[in-house]
């Protein structure tokens, strides 16, 4: 303890010298590190900056408002690639002769992709940066889906769309690119942009596929043309700062930065670019030692990275947080994405496009496409339900009234021959509802584990999530088919306890700051 004391006492000492010089502290046994280095500014209150004092000196400029049209074009195409799972097996099974279980494998490869798409790229993103990640999967499922058109059996076509789940994997970087170098009061609006772009892609996918004489593998390729002018946009944009200076590269970080303030017109704050942690010791007290010491460790053995998880079962309130929250979002993206798949069925087996049971070739009909660009509208109404409710009645509640009537909903469509009018409008409001239910989850999760369990927390929901994503197609299209009211059944019950499991949350963040 007294050689820990002592190591910090010769940092406040440097920290208040008004000459700039270095100072090494040796190992000791309370502070682990071969070596720590840290670069005392001549007036630690004046002449150091961090990369969030500079975004938020800089403001909004051209550079974040070319990456904001950037991540919209992206997200368009994503939305109608979400679109292509309840149109895509309809279209290919008149081609290639698909029975049931080839097109529910279909979809279920191409969120196996996704899921292997957003381990692998999140580990380039975190390694290798936030620009070459992104561009890398912009990139693979641009291409992906243009050599779809020369896709003339089942087996390249499932192949292909596997890579394209696998370039979609990388998209949810991009978010992470474009908030790192936003103003914090802007965060939200971007994301609101971003939003409606994916929702309008989502909505607009069905048209194309109405265009006459445009076959499904063309309507597929024009849909993926956002995405060469994201990429040529992107090639212009400088990487994240925030990332650079946190992998230790100063010098790019500072050259990053410049060239953000340069492009928007801006100039860089006074003084010296340090790290958050170094910034708040050389302000702080004796108190911050530990967490910059903390913070600068090397990297972690894999028990120690196992150890770090288990916190987030430790105690009993993060126990319910995190079982519940990983129940939740199991559902959410189990019911999400399986409304997408199980919408072109249900108008199929309503006995209005086609009175058959073989479902083997049955292209979907012109008044089908129209139908699901409708259910997908409903998406917008469903941002307005999230933006109303969330503050209004708090986070938890939120969501759980939303999967209660996602659930009454469900139950609605047992009832045996709607017509087509009813059944489009049950699958809009649970369109919205999902869509609601969905994003106040988004919001939810990062604001209600602690600083030093965020990300662990948020990346194992995601990756619950992802598991639900891989067995919906089995609920949405094969079950759905044998038998309907099973099918909506199963989701009826999963949303049901879902709204269950969020009313069994212990902790409500809603007008309250984050924790650390």
Request: hydrophobic share 50%.
């Amino acid at each position: 303890m007294a050689a820990a004391d002592s190591d910090t006492d010769r940092l406040l000492a440097a920290a208040s010298s008004k000459e700039s010089r270095e100072v090494e502290v040796e190992p000791t046994s309370s502070a682990p590190l071969e070596t720590l280095h840290i670069s005392v500014k001549r007036d630690a209150k004046g002449d150091m900056y961090t990369v969030s004092d500079a975004i938020e000196y800089i403001g909004v400029g051209r550079t974040q408002y070319a990456l904001i049209i950037a991540v919209s074009l992206s997200a368009f195409s994503q939305g109608m690639d979400i679109t292509y799972l309840s149109i895509l097996p309809s279209q290919a099974g008149c081609d290639f002769s698909l029975s049931s279980w080839q097109r529910t494998f279909l979809n279920m490869m191409y969120f196996v992709g996704c899921t292997i798409g957003a381990f692998v790229f999140g580990w380039i993103g975190d390694r290798f940066g936030r620009k070459l990640g992104v561009m890398a999967g912009i990139s693979i499922a641009a291409y992906t889906s243009i050599l779809i058109i020369f896709a003339y059996s089942y087996a390249w076509l499932v192949v292909l769309r596997f890579i394209a789940g696998l370039g979609i994997g990388a998209f949810s970087l991009r978010n992470s690119w474009l908030f790192e170098v936003l103003p914090t009061r802007y965060r939200v609006r971007a994301a609101c942009i971003v939003l409606f772009f994916w929702t309008t892609g989502a909505a607009l996918d069905a048209p194309l596929f109405m265009v006459p004489n445009v076959h499904w593998k063309n309507a597929m390729a024009i849909a993926c043309s956002p995405l060469f002018l994201a990429l040529i946009i992107m090639l212009f944009i400088p990487e994240s700062p925030r990332l650079l200076l946190h992998l230790g590269y100063e010098e790019d970080a500072c050259e990053s930065l410049e060239r953000y303030a340069t492009w928007n017109g801006a100039s860089l704050p006074p003084g010296e670019l340090v790290t958050e942690e170094e910034k708040a010791y050389l302000l702080g007290s004796e108190s911050d030692a530990a967490p910059l010491m903390a913070n600068a460790t090397p990297k972690k053995d894999m028990k120690a990275a196992l150890k770090e998880y288990l916190e987030l079962f430790q105690t009993r309130e993060m126990l319910i947080t995190t079982v519940a929250l990983c129940f939740i979002w199991f559902s959410l993206f189990f019911a999400d994405f399986g409304l997408f798949m199980m919408t072109s069925e249900l108008f199929q087996l309503n006995g209005i496009a086609n009175n058959t049971t073989d479902l083997t070739c049955t292209p979907l009909s012109e008044s089908d496409l129209i139908s699901i660009m409708l259910t997908n509208v409903a998406s917008f109404p469903g941002l307005m339900i999230f933006f109303l409710l969330m503050d209004f009645m708090g986070r938890r509640k939120a969501i759980a009234l939303n999967c209660f009537v996602s659930g009454g909903v469900l139950g609605m469509l047992l009832i045996p021959h709607l017509s087509r009018a009813a059944l489009t409008s049950l699958l809009g409001v649970l369109r919205a509802v999902l869509t609601a239910a969905f994003k106040v989850l988004l919001v939810y999760t990062p604001e209600v584990f602690p600083t030093r369990l965020r990300a662990r927390g948020n990346g194992l929901c995601l990756a619950v999530g992802q598991l639900g994503t891989i067995f919906t197609p089995l609920a949405a299209q094969l079950l759905v088919r044998e038998s309907p009211a099973a099918g909506e059944g199963v989701y009826l019950a999963f949303v049901a306890l879902a709204g269950i499991a969020a009313l069994l949350l212990p902790i409500e963040t809603a007008g309250k700051p984050l924790t650390d």
